[in-house]
């Protein structure tokens, strides 16, 4: 279940709607209620998002309404693997950008994701946001530059510092 929570003073996002699925679904191969399987308090790859289907498919996750000022610092993590077809390059890369509103905040471009379960993170400063509060989704989509390749997401998490 999507969460909002605090740790020693930090503000703690995690996934809690799906607002477009868009060829991406759950571990299952069914689910469209993407957020119920990337919102752990501690990551796991039991449960999953993938767009196995390869192509430019977008999804877009929400984070939950806090109505607190924007931090100064801010971490988004996201783990993910890419899920290798035979036989195709490995010219691609994987975006996740985070939104406010209409607005990208920060653009993430993974290239060459490995195909185990892997977290990245980046710093999102309070410049970067234009909210005063946090209201922030973000969407979810390969890029292939030779091929198709697919990907596999099993945790986000944002953190306002």
């Given at each position: 279940?999507?969460r909002?929570?605090s740790s020693a003073g930090?503000i703690?996002?995690r ?11 759950q571990?299952d191969?069914?689910?469209i209620q ?8 501690v990551?796991?790859?039991v449960?999953?998002i993938?767009n196995l289907?390869g ?9 939950p309404?806090?109505?607190?000022p924007?931090?100064p610092l801010?971490v988004f993590?996201i783990?993910c693997k ?5 036989g ?13 509103g209409?607005?990208t ?10 195909e ?9 400063t ?8 946090y ?5 979810l989509y390969?890029?292939?530059l030779?091929?198709?390749a697919?990907?596999?997401?099993s945790w986000v998490?944002m953190?306002g510092?």
């Open positions: 279940m999507g909002m929570g930090q703690i996002m996934p809690n709607s799906t607002i477009l699925s868009n060829l991406w679904r571990e191969g069914i689910g993407l957020h119920q399987s990337i919102d752990e308090a990551p796991s790859d449960d999953f993938s289907l192509h430019a498919s977008i999804c877009d996750i929400g984070l309404v806090v109505a607190v924007v931090r801010n993590k783990r890419r899920i290798p077809f035979a195709v390059p490995e010219l691609h890369k994987f975006v996740c950008e985070v939104m406010d209409g607005l905040v920060k653009l993430i471009e993974l290239f060459a994701v490995p185990s379960d892997t977290t990245f993170q980046v710093q999102i309070k410049a970067e946001i234009p909210s005063a509060t209201a922030l989704h973000f969407l390969g890029q292939n030779a091929g198709d697919a990907y596999s997401v998490e953190r510092l």
